[in-house]
């Protein structure tokens, strides 16, 4: 599965460099985030509790940052079990760049599935990816224009 898009972050390119290296910032951000820990400069754990259809669970994983192009680029991959509702895994390349409105972030996600959450079929699937990374970007975005005001 492969997902992409784009947003406009009113703030610069180096304050949303930081937010999106965060922890804190991502928890606030992430719907259904129960916990974010950081374990190195590039390596996170986290759980979160999603709802997709009709499947219900809480997935623990872990979360890893490379190719780290300070404040422009970087690769976040990572994996996620949700016991019998399936897991994930998978990665996302993330580009930021300085626009008149502030920042342009663009992503490009490649993603694995499998288990009963593989079952619901991909459009259920994908549109549920999308809203779920819509809601990330409209936390991300107003948590951003308030600390650029600051």
Not at 31 to 37: N, Q
Not at 87 to 96: I, K, P
Request: charged residues 30%.
């Amino acid at each position: 599965m492969e997902i992409s898009g784009e947003y406009i972050i009113p703030a610069g390119r180096e304050l949303v460099w930081e937010l999106l290296n965060d922890p804190e910032i991502l928890k606030q951000c992430i719907p259904g985030c129960e916990e974010i820990t950081q374990k190195s400069e590039d390596e996170f754990s986290a759980k979160v509790v999603l709802k997709i259809g009709p499947v219900k669970a809480k997935f623990g994983g872990d979360v890893r940052l490379s190719d780290k192009v300070y404040p422009q680029s970087y690769r976040i991959s990572g994996e996620g079990k949700g016991g019998i509702a399936g897991f994930a895994s998978g990665g996302a390349n993330v580009q930021l760049e300085e626009v008149e409105e502030g920042t342009r972030l663009n992503y490009e996600v490649d993603a694995k599935i499998g288990g009963k959450i593989a079952q619901l079929g991909s459009r259920l699937i994908v549109s549920t990816s999308k809203k779920l990374a819509g809601k990330f970007f409209d936390k991300f975005r107003e948590i951003a224009t308030q600390r650029a005001s600051q």
